[in-house]
Every structure is written in structure tokens, then in C-alpha cells.
């Protein structure tokens, strides 16, 4: 599985944006996918994950209720975040993963890394 991150930018406190993780490859729709993001001078961190079926998803506490993942197995076979409400902290580089579960995930050991994309979050 392969995978590209893409649809950070700047965005001004309280907006939306939303990330894209293009994957290839023919398993994508087997794999749980996961985001995770790194701030400046601080170490990764797990934000959100969704099973390979789309019907169980996991977030970090401080995004629930802001930020939603999805995945689309059929016809572009992407996974998204939906950032909604940003803020400042959310500021980092974000990173999306693939991995056989969503405990893999949780434990931030994925299989497949894609690059990371930036998001700058201005106050």
C-alpha cells in the first residue's frame, strides 16, 4: 500500500480544512487507516483512525467532536480528515498510516507511512 497526504495549508483559528490520504494498491480496503500529526518540537501523536469496513473510528480526545475521518474503498479508495473548528494546537505536520487493525494504529505501529502534509493553524 502506498499512500499520499495531501490538503494542508494555512488556515486562520475557528476554519476548515480537510486532508486526503490517496492510497494504492490492491488491499487498501482490508487496511484500518490512521492520521497522526507531529507539532513543532514535539513527538507524533495518534488523532484519529477508522476501521477497514468504515464502521468503527477512534479519536484523540482533544479533536473529538472537531475532526472526522472517513474512507471512501470504492471509487478513490481515500481516507479523510475533516477539520472542522480548528485551533492553534492543532498546528503540525500531518501524517497519514495504514495498518491490518485499529489496535496497530492505537499503538502507532502501522505497516505503511505515507508523507506528511502541513497544516499551520494562525491565531
Known amino acids: 500500500v502506498q499512500l499520499q497526504a495531501s490538503g494542508g495549508g494555512l488556515v486562520q483559528a475557528g476554519g476548515s480544512l480537510r486532508l486526503s490520504c490517496a492510497a494504492s494498491?490492491?488491499?487498501?480496503?482490508?487496511?484500518?487507516m490512521g492520521w497522526f500529526r507531529q507539532a513543532p518540537g514535539k513527538e507524533r501523536e495518534f488523532v484519529a483512525a477508522?476501521?477497514?469496513?468504515?464502521?468503527?473510528?477512534?479519536y484523540l480526545d482533544s479533536v473529538k467532536g472537531r475532526f472526522t475521518v472517513s474512507r471512501d474503498n470504492f471509487e478513490n479508495t481515500t481516507m479523510y480528515l475533516q477539520m472542522n473548528t480548528v485551533k492553534p494546537e492543532d498546528t503540525a505536520v500531518y501524517s497519514c498510516?495504514?495498518?491490518?487493525?485499529?489496535?496497530?494504529?492505537?499503538?502507532?505501529?502501522?505497516?505503511?507511512w505515507g508523507q506528511g502534509t502541513l497544516v499551520t493553524v494562525s491565531s
Open positions: 477508522i476501521s477497514w469496513s468504515g464502521g468503527s473510528t477512534y
Open positions: 498510516a495504514a495498518a491490518p487493525s485499529l489496535t496497530r494504529l492505537r499503538a502507532m505501529s502501522p505497516d505503511y
Open positions: 494498491g490492491r488491499t487498501f480496503s482490508t487496511y484500518a
